[in-house]
């Protein structure tokens, strides 16, 4: 695992809480494989991962997505001196659940908030290898505000035919207008898929999210070989 000094090239407010960065390399780029993560070194001298959120470029131009609450003062350190300094160490590459472009099964990627990053990557380089997989994206969040870049997965549907999406809200709320499907994301893929058995999953998201996901798929025919998160080691 190399350290790497990057650039901040842009930082986008995507919504509230979602920051949008992209880093370009001062020098030598970060080589991996989309669905891996990397560290980024905060100012309290502390590695904090986060998902590379999309596939490998020539240029070395990595994107992250990075949730800033609040009350999270460390995050806030880290961007306000980002953009001043302009610059970001980072290490990596780190993670196992990285896509495999060996196989023909369908692919199920399951979203929990910002584990969209993880499977825009992956959803990204199947796009650049021209297959033909079929893919479903179910992407959960709290509140419809807590989507984000959610034009790019409609594009997606609108453009790609082996392609399907399906958003949801976990908490509905008298004041919010939402005709969309409501629940935990592993439980609307069983309400499509009931035999799991041919598929390929890739999940990202909160760990109790992925770890019901594996315990439930498994009852459904999911063979081990064929889950990947990276959350399931934590």
């Known amino acids: 695992m190399q350290t790497f000094n990057y650039k901040l090239q842009n930082i986008i407010p995507l919504t509230k809480t979602i920051m949008q960065l ?3 390399p001062n020098a030598d780029h970060l ?3 989309a669905g891996q993560y990397l560290e980024v070194l905060f100012p309290d001298e502390t590695y904090q991962p986060f ?3 999309n596939a490998p470029r020539q240029n070395g131009v990595l994107e992250l997505h990075i949730r800033h ?3 999270d003062t460390i995050t806030d350190t880290f961007l306000e001196k980002a953009k001043k300094s ?3 160490t980072l290490r990596g590459p780190m993670g196992h659940a990285y896509y495999r472009d060996h196989s023909i099964q369908p692919l199920l990627l399951l979203a ?3 584990g969209f990053a993880y499977c825009k990557a992956i959803i990204e380089q199947v796009i650049a290898d021209q297959e033909k997989r079929a893919m479903h994206l179910f992407w959960g969040v709290k509140t419809p505000d807590d989507f984000y870049l959610q034009t790019l997965p409609e594009q997606w549907q ?5 392609f399907h999406y399906t958003p949801m809200i976990s908490q509905m709320r008298d004041n919010i207008n939402w005709l969309g499907k409501i629940g935990y994301v592993h ?3 069983l309400a499509e898929y009931s035999d799991l058995k041919d598929f390929e999953v890739y999940a990202s998201g909160p760990v109790a999210m992925v770890s019901s996901a594996w315990e439930l798929f498994k009852q459904h025919g999911l063979l081990e070989k064929a889950m990947h998160s990276d959350m399931l080691s934590f």
């Open 69 to 71: 609450l609040y009350d």
């Open 31 to 33: 080589s991996y494989q």
């Open 86 to 88: 302009k610059q970001i």
């Open 187 to 189: 439980n609307a893929v």
């Open 22 to 24: 992209f880093l370009q």
């Open 112 to 114: 929990g908030g910002t």
């Open 158 to 162: 609108q453009k790609i035919s082996h």
């Open 51 to 53: 998902s590379i959120a």
